[in-house]
């Protein structure tokens, strides 16, 4: 009895230490993903707002945010996130007649991503006027 007592609180003090302290970054978008559907240019402008939550216990700073192409253009915001505050990444995307397939890279203070690297996607297809 004592030495399963013994183990069960040498498991619960090692599961404290892997409990993640620190910015943690939640995004509305499921999947990370925002579609945009079938849409023309002359409708839409290209712009979208990956909105998210920093659900962690400090404040959480965007360093960088990344694209694959010249075609799409990410905006970040330039001052941390409070714990509980909410934030948006802007993405404008330049309408190109085609399917649309782009990864947006975020580099952050995340904990809960490896890295602090966050990949997000824009997809859908852009047809003719």
């Known amino acids: 009895m004592k030495n399963i007592t013994t183990l ?6 090692c599961s404290f230490g892997f409990a993640q302290n620190g910015p943690k970054i939640e995004f509305k978008a499921e999947d990370n993903t925002i579609d945009y559907g079938t849409t023309t240019k002359k409708n839409d402008n290209g712009v979208r707002s990956f909105e998210f939550t920093n ?14 192409c010249g075609c799409t253009v990410p905006t970040k915001p330039n001052a941390p996130i409070m714990p509980g505050k909410t934030g948006k990444i802007e993405v404008k995307y330049s309408m190109i007649l085609g399917p ?3 990864t947006i890279t975020v580099e952050s203070n995340a904990v809960n991503y490896e890295g602090g690297r966050i990949p997000l996607k824009i997809k859908g297809e852009v047809i003719a006027d």
């Open 8 to 13: 069960i609180a040498i498991v619960l003090m």
């Open 55 to 68: 659900t962690g216990d400090a404040p959480l700073i965007i360093t960088n945010v990344l694209s694959t």
């Open 100 to 102: 649309i397939r782009k």
